[in-house]
């Protein structure tokens, strides 16, 4: 079985605790998800980017924020903001801010990104159609890992630990996934480790997780290498 285990949220406000999560994945295959703009910030770092330019690196949204109304999303995350980038927005608002995103990642890093992965694995109705007609090889949702070149979707959900603000539900799904894991049969897990389980205080259960998928031999790989 592979796995893929992706740091999400890489930008300069959480530079601490990216930091930190690289250091205790030396060695350990990852790629890191970044978002240019965090929570609109329009001037993003540069200088602290390119220190990550020999990772394997995707794009994560622009500014992983939105400003229209996400009842449900708020009250799952006890927030005022909707961490669904892509909510209701059309085909155009879509387009542009992919098309943002892209033109920061690329001058930041002098090439294309290959990947998008939506914040919160969201996509609306126009979006993979956008990430299509852009030339993205891959993208993910919250069940599966599109692959565009191949035109395969593999089934996979994400193994996710971050709830936002609700700290409870997050250390409940960190514990059931232990259980989960022995029991789940997917030719892909998805691992992804948020700046906010740093935080938490719960990258050293993630961790143990990681030393156990090691320990049954499950192949390790990068979204580069899959």
């Not at 205790?24 to 330019?53: H, M, R």
């Not at 294309?112 to 996509?123: C, S, V």
Request: glycine share 4%; aromatic share 12%.
């Amino acid at each position: 079985m592979k796995v893929i285990i992706s740091i999400h949220d890489v930008c300069p406000p959480f530079q601490k605790e990216i930091e930190l999560a690289l250091k205790e994945l030396k060695g350990v295959k990852k790629s890191l998800l970044i978002t240019p703009c965090w929570n609109q910030d329009s001037s993003p770092s540069s200088d602290y980017f390119k220190t990550l330019a020999d990772e394997d690196l995707v794009l994560h949204g622009l500014t992983h924020k939105t400003n229209k109304k996400d009842f449900l999303g708020n009250l799952l995350l006890m927030s005022k903001s909707s961490c669904k980038e892509f909510y209701g927005l059309n085909e155009i608002e879509t387009r542009s801010k992919v098309e943002e995103a892209s033109k920061i990642f690329q001058a930041t890093f002098g090439r294309k990104p290959t990947g998008f992965i939506p914040p919160m694995w969201y996509h609306n109705r126009y979006s993979v159609k956008v990430l299509k007609d852009l030339g993205f090889a891959f993208t993910e949702s919250e069940v599966a890992f599109l692959d565009f070149r191949r035109n395969q979707k593999t089934l996979s959900i994400p193994v996710c630990f971050d709830f936002g603000n609700n700290k409870l539900l997050s250390r409940t799904t960190l514990y059931g996934w232990k259980y989960v894991f022995k029991h789940l049969h997917q030719s892909l897990l998805r691992i992804s480790i948020h700046p906010s389980d740093v935080r938490n205080g719960f990258l050293p259960d993630i961790l143990q997780i990681i030393k156990w998928l090691q320990s049954k031999d499950y192949q390790f790989m990068r979204y580069i290498d899959f």
